[in-house]
């Protein structure tokens, strides 16, 4: 009783999602927690057993093929599962899951189902874009900077075709000399 208590009470406290599923290709779900309404947008009984829509339709499509092939790649190695992707809620948002998960298998060694949680770190995914974003761009111009213009170069030097190329460099050296004489928010301006 109180094992079952327990997990009840992390089931109910979990920031997502927890499941057992039946590994096929649309990850028919045999339990959900109640963590689903928030995560997907769907009652846990929606997914059970495909009865409304399958975990695979929630899935963007994009993602369905890779988490197939990882699925199959941990199996094999007998590893655990993880992996992040998106997922498209019962409102149309999309949201960013980090999946992890493992194979049940049967006394023959045969997968007898996959269980496993996905937290929405959405928020997570935000962040890190928004941070890609400033360490690439000119917070002024919103034009790429030289610390991506410099990436790219390295990327360029690699052995390609023979192919001709040019770099044209315009140099913003007077407009130092204009903040300087008509102050420094007429050279941002200018920018």
């Not at 998106?86 to 493992?102: D, L, N, P, S, Y």
């Not at 075709?161 to 315009?170: C, D, E, F, Q």
Request: aromatic share 12%; hydrophobic share 35%.
């Amino acid at each position: 009783i109180e094992s079952e208590r327990s997990k009840a009470m992390l089931l109910a406290n979990l920031p997502g999602m927890a499941y057992r599923c039946t590994y096929n290709r649309r990850w028919t779900m045999q339990f959900v927690s109640d963590g689903c309404l928030a995560l997907t947008g769907y009652a846990p009984e929606d997914l059970l057993h495909n009865k409304t829509i399958s975990y695979d339709d929630v899935t963007v499509r994009a993602y369905r093929g890779p988490i197939w092939k990882e699925w199959k790649r941990v199996i094999a190695n007998k590893e655990p599962f993880r992996f992040e992707y998106e997922i498209t809620t019962a409102q149309g948002q999309r949201k960013w899951v980090w999946e992890m998960g493992r194979a049940v298998y049967d006394k023959d060694g045969k997968v007898e189902a996959l269980e496993g949680i996905m937290l929405d770190i959405t928020e997570r995914k935000k962040i890190e874009s928004d941070l890609i974003y400033y360490n690439e761009h000119d917070l002024l111009t919103g034009l790429y900077n030289r610390r991506y213009f410099e990436r790219l170069l390295k990327q360029d030097l690699k052995p390609r075709r023979a192919m001709k190329r040019a770099i044209i460099s315009v140099n913003l050296g007077t407009i130092h000399t204009l903040s300087t004489r008509y102050g420094y928010h007429y050279g941002l301006d200018l920018i």
